[in-house]
């Protein structure tokens, strides 16, 4: 297991590389201009010397090469020296916006866990909702609660949320004035009052991204339920006389668990995906809608760091989720 | 059983050959298109999820002929219509037969713009669908029945599948949005982006099942009997294992329609879609959410529309997915 997962890792180590090669080029073969906002009164040469100064001057490939530098081995000797008080990256160059001329990871830092709270909360709720259902709904296979569990999770898959959203707004925060429509990132939690605050404008928020999640969950949980319900063992432990309980939540769940465990694994990324959508629909500035911002200021560093970001979560949560499925099921070997 | 009459005095050892006497069968061969429309029929929430699909596509393309009003004619003095059903509880709205959907603040008729807007969110999701089909079919049976390509396609196809879906979009479409647009006019510029970026990062899945399904049929005997016959490689893919594999490609294809119009849907809501003067639902949703507590219609209308298309075509493929597996058919 152990030699699997350091193979793993460095099996990452190409995938990450060609990733971020692809977002570089991509990047790269856009035309837009970090220049075109400078007047038009600026000389041209003065106008070069600012290109440089950004970094353009040089052939595509050194770009590449000084990025790469720039994001894996400078960054995290700034994260080490923020973390010992030691100065590795003392005067060294970091990942500079273009919109703030601030470090691009500064700002992602600051940003992040407002995402954190919203998305990693949302999948929470949505397991808690979804692992429920999908063993109430397996358990009584075909019976109404199954049935109408299936077409919701069937909506749930199909409404997307720049849908739900608006609609939960003008229902919740419009008609019945219940619930704030805009996250205010500034709260701060102090006492019982801010706390019921702050979970006000989370609920709306959460419970749309969780309906993505225990969609798409429940679905699963159900057919993995069913896969093990008919199984021998099941037929074993009930004859030798234990419990119903004992059987399905004992038994036959913590087998149905394996494939679901790794689902959630995989999902992790794509529900930071999802949130792009959520943010920008409930103007929470997590790292959502920093992306957008950014790419509609054409900060290309910015977009470049963030994109990856989301790259290294989905490769990271892929590794987890392979290596899990090895632990949790014996019968799975690796070699 | 059979029509003839049994020769008097047969005794048992005629009667069971009595079935070999028949001249012709005796009821109808059944084909395989037959059995799996049998299958379907019983999926209730299939049979809607694919009426649904035929209704909108036909209203959306035949709309235009009926309803002739022109989504983008400007009636400044009929702005803010409200849909002629708000009359039933508010008699002060301002509600009309000549736009009986309603009007937006700058009096464009809804209905015109619905139909004129699926029409387009249909043919970004078809056309999508279609290439990353293509694609992704290309690929499996590529990588699926050439031992050499095998390694190097399902490796990319794998990095492929680690790329940021969502961001990489958000990139390609607010960064190529200009020179496309130079080229081959804002709409059709557009078009092509939104399809093509769609088309390629999505075809990935598709890929992995027909590859799946390709390795083992080729192992299969009939195909041994083909190539022992001097089939040439290009010949047995198009006669022997395409049709075979066209069930789990009909099915990722009912998917891949789906995301596709959720996709762009979701662009046009980010607003790096479709120019503003080019109605898609996503883009008639985007462009109601500053009003829409005063108009919630504007919002909702399309909202439902996205919605109803995708939860039926997800219906549909789900029924797909049921009648086209033989080991679940005829249960």
Redesign the interface.
Same mark, same amino acid.
């Given at each position: 297991m152990l030699t699997f997962t350091i193979r793993r890792l460095i099996l990452s180590i190409p =995938?990450l590389l #060609?990733?971020s090669l692809? $977002?570089f080029l991509? !990047?790269q073969?856009? %035309?837009?201009d970090p220049m075109a906002q400078v007047p038009l009164t600026v000389p041209p040469e003065v106008k070069e010397k600012m290109r440089e100064a950004l970094g353009l001057g040089q052939p595509i490939h050194i770009q590449y090469l000084k990025w790469i530098i720039q994001f894996f081995w400078i960054e995290p000797q700034v994260l080490v020296d923020h973390w010992f008080g030691t100065s590795f990256a003392e005067g060294k160059q970091r990942v500079i916006s273009w919109q703030t001329r601030s470090p691009v990871m500064d700002i992602v830092v600051q940003r992040i866990p407002q995402t954190l709270w919203v998305v990693g909360l949302s999948y929470v709720v949505g397991i808690l909702i979804a692992l429920p259902i999908g063993i109430y709904s397996a358990y009584r296979q075909y019976s109404v609660f199954d049935q109408t569990g299936t *077409?919701i999770t069937? &909506?749930g #898959?199909? $409404?997307?949320p *720049? #849908?739900t959203g %608006? !609609?939960l $707004? /003008?229902l919740f925060s /419009?008609q019945l004035g219940w619930l704030p429509s805009i996250y205010d990132t500034t709260h701060v939690v102090t006492d019982w009052e801010s706390f019921k605050v702050q979970f006000m404008q989370m609920v709306m928020p959460v419970m749309v991204l969780a309906l993505q999640t225990t969609a798409q969950l429940s679905r699963y949980m159900r057919s993995s339920m069913l896969d093990n319900l008919g199984q021998d063992y099941v037929r074993t432990a009930r004859a030798k006389g234990l419990k119903e309980g004992v059987v399905v939540m004992v038994h036959v769940l913590r087998n149905s668990m394996i494939p679901v465990i790794t689902v959630i694994a995989l999902g992790v990324?794509a529900i930071f995906?999802?949130a &792009? &959508?959520t943010e +920008?629909v409930f103007k929470v500035n997590g790292i959502g809608q920093l @992306? !957008?911002t950014a @790419? *509609?200021a054409n900060d290309i560093p910015m /977009?470049m760091t963030? =994109?990856f970001i #989301?790259?290294i @979560? &989905?490769?990271l949560f +892929?590794l987890i989720a392979d290596v899990l499925y090895g632990v949790l099921d014996p019968r799975i070997r690796y070699d | 059983m059979t029509d003839h009459p049994i020769p008097a005095g047969s005794d048992l050892e005629i009667d069971t050959l009595a079935a070999l006497q028949d001249k012709e069968p005796p009821k109808e061969p059944r084909s395989q298109w037959k059995d799996v429309w049998d299958q379907f029929k019983h999926h209730k929430g299939a049979l809607f999820g694919g009426g649904f699909l035929i209704f909108i596509t036909l209203a959306v393309l035949l709309g235009p002929y009926i309803w002739t009003l022109d989504p983008q004619k400007l009636d400044i003095r009929n702005k803010d219509m409200r849909p002629i059903y708000t009359a039933l509880w508010d008699s002060t709205a301002k509600v009309g037969w000549g736009n009986p959907l309603g009007t937006d603040n700058l009096g464009r008729d809804m209905l015109a713009n619905l139909i004129a807007g699926g029409r387009a969110s249909m043919a970004v999701g078809w056309a999508a669908m279609v290439l990353a089909l293509v694609i992704g079919t290309l690929v499996g049976v590529v990588s699926g029945y050439f031992k050499k390509a095998d390694f190097w396609l399902m490796r990319f196809t794998d990095l492929v599948l680690s790329l940021p879906i969502l961001p990489l979009l958000l990139v390609a479409v607010t960064l190529f949005r200009e020179p496309l647009r130079a080229n081959f006019g804002p709409e059709g510029g557009m078009f092509i982006l939104i399809v093509s970026v769609i088309g390629l990062t999505s075809w990935m899945q598709t890929a992995r099942i027909v590859r799946g399904d390709i390795l083992a049929l080729k192992e299969r005997e009939f195909i041994l009997a083909a190539r022992s016959i001097g089939t040439t490689s290009g010949a047995i893919i198009r006669r022997h294992l395409l049709p075979n594999v066209v069930s789990p490609i009909m099915v990722s294809a009912t998917l891949g329609l789906a995301t596709a119009i959720i996709t762009e849907s979701a662009l046009s809501f980010l607003g790096v879609g479709f120019p503003s003067d080019f109605p898609t639902w996503g883009k008639l949703l985007a462009d109601s959410v500053q009003r829409m507590e005063q108009y919630p219609e504007r919002v909702i209308l399309p909202g439902i529309l996205i919605s109803l298309t995708v939860l039926g075509v997800n219906y549909l493929g789900d029924g797909l997915r049921d009648a086209l597996d033989p080991r679940i058919r005829g249960r």
């Open positions: =995938t #060609f990733i692809v $977002i991509l !990047l073969l856009a %035309p837009g *077409f069937m &909506i #898959f199909s $409404i997307p *720049f #849908f %608006p !609609l $707004i /003008v /419009v990324p995906g999802g &792009i &959508i +920008n @992306l !957008l @790419l *509609f /977009v963030l =994109t #989301f790259a @979560l &989905i490769v +892929n | -």
